[in-house]
């Protein structure tokens, strides 16, 4: 969705070395979100951003931090990636009127 | 905790038949989701549902949802090849402090077939 930019779409990395996905909005929406995508779980919540600074712990969230330092950025780190967390990362914004979704970033650790 | 189970997990369908995918969500909500993923894309909304008895279609695809039940269903009429994808609900969290956190069913990967 062009409201939504995740940065990268597919990356590939070690286990044991830091990643950082982005998530950029231009939608100015308040709520942010971090979920992953596994086959037979669907999305599951990760991280969330309720403000600048405001963030909260999802249903999966170890292994994971998050910051948001403005509006329109909201960042997923994995400090020291495993195999586990190979999976497609899905942020999105919500607002009073739904929810957009970005186009994923595919992530392998190998 | 709210969860959400969605039946069947797959389903293959014949072209031109008619079926329901159904959502149960264990915790009352006042919101339910329905959205369509293809194949390494992102999520695409279908349908929400604000309230009991609701009732929205959009070509082959009609959805409802009954809060008493805590049930929404998905009725897929006459198939059409183009309808394969996964279909996922999703059901807005409950409470004063859900900043609108979304609990998904696993979805249900449709093939349709000739």
């Known amino acids: 969705d062009a409201g939504i930019t995740q940065s990268p779409r597919h990356k590939v990395t070690e286990t044991g070395t830091p990643v950082t996905l982005r998530c950029h909005q231009t939608?100015?929406?308040?709520?942010m979100y971090w979920y992953r995508q596994d086959p037979g779980h669907g999305l599951r919540l990760i991280h969330y951003?309720?403000?600048?600074?405001?963030?909260d712990k999802g249903e999966v969230s170890d292994g994971y931090s998050v910051s948001r330092s403005k509006t329109e950025d909201f960042l997923l780190t994995l400090e020291s990636a495993t195999s586990s967390q190979t999976s497609v990362y899905f942020c999105?914004?919500?607002?009073?009127?739904?929810?957009?979704f970005g186009s994923g970033t595919r992530l392998t650790v190998v | 905790e709210l969860k959400v189970e969605q039946n069947p997990l797959f389903l293959s369908m014949q072209e031109g038949k008619n079926y329901t995918i159904y959502c149960n969500y264990s915790?009352?909500?006042?919101?339910l989701y329905w959205y369509r993923q293809d194949p390494g894309k992102s999520l695409e909304s279908l349908f929400v549902?604000?309230?009991?008895?609701a009732v929205k279609q959009e070509g082959r695809l009609m959805a409802s949802l009954d809060t008493k039940a805590r049930l929404s269903t998905l009725h897929i009429t006459a198939a059409v090849h183009d309808l394969s994808a996964t279909y996922f609900c999703?059901?807005?969290?409950?409470?004063?402090?859900?900043?609108?956190?979304?609990?998904f069913g696993q979805g249900t990967i449709l093939t349709v077939h000739p």
């Open positions: 999105a914004t919500g607002s009073n009127y739904g929810y957009t």
């Open positions: 939608e100015n929406h308040r709520y």
């Open positions: 951003s309720y403000g600048v600074k405001d963030t």
């Open positions: 915790t009352t909500s006042d919101r």
């Open positions: 549902l604000l309230s009991n008895g």
């Open positions: 999703a059901v807005a969290n409950p409470g004063g402090t859900s900043y609108g956190k979304l609990t």
